[in-house]
């Protein structure tokens, strides 16, 4: 038996073939459209998958104002920031948020689920969110994928 030919082979930044894609959120659940956007980004839908690694597609997300949220999650959830400052602790619910600055949920909920490394910022970087049907992405030639 010929053990050389049962070698692992590991992606690196010059074999990697990265895709660009756009995702429709219209209609989509927030948490479960997010974790398949961050596994897309993060490349774990690829046979040559690396961890340390970015072997990911860039994702386009489109309609990222007719997102749903399940339950009362839309008034009762709270993202929380702090401005640094005393006192300075500030709270916003998913229904503000979407009325001040509607891709900022999808992309909180996505950047939750990549690593917190370098790595991880660079790979949110291949994340692209708009709230209407159009984005300047056209030269890249996306395909459309449903999840």
């Not at 956007?37 to 994702?59: F, L, S, W």
């Not at 999650?73 to 001040?100: C, D, H, W």
């Not at 030639?141 to 449903?146: A, F, G, H, M």
């Amino acid at each position: 038996m010929n053990t050389l030919s049962y070698k692992t082979v590991s992606a690196n930044a010059k074999t990697v073939n990265k895709q660009w894609v756009v995702v429709d959120a219209q209609g989509e659940i927030l948490g479960r459209l997010s974790s398949k956007i961050a596994m897309i980004i993060r490349g774990k839908n690829k046979p040559e998958y690396t961890p340390h690694v970015d072997c990911g597609d860039n994702v386009i997300v489109i309609n990222a104002d007719k997102v749903k949220l399940t339950g009362n999650k839309f008034e009762n959830k709270e993202y929380v920031s702090y401005t640094g400052y005393p006192g300075g602790q500030r709270f916003i619910s998913p229904k503000e948020l979407m009325a001040k600055h509607p891709t900022r949920v999808i992309e909180k909920a996505v950047r939750g689920m990549l690593p917190k490394t370098k790595l991880g910022a660079k790979l949110y970087t291949n994340l692209f969110v708009y709230a209407g049907t159009e984005h300047p992405h056209a030269a890249q030639s996306p395909k459309t994928i449903t999840l």
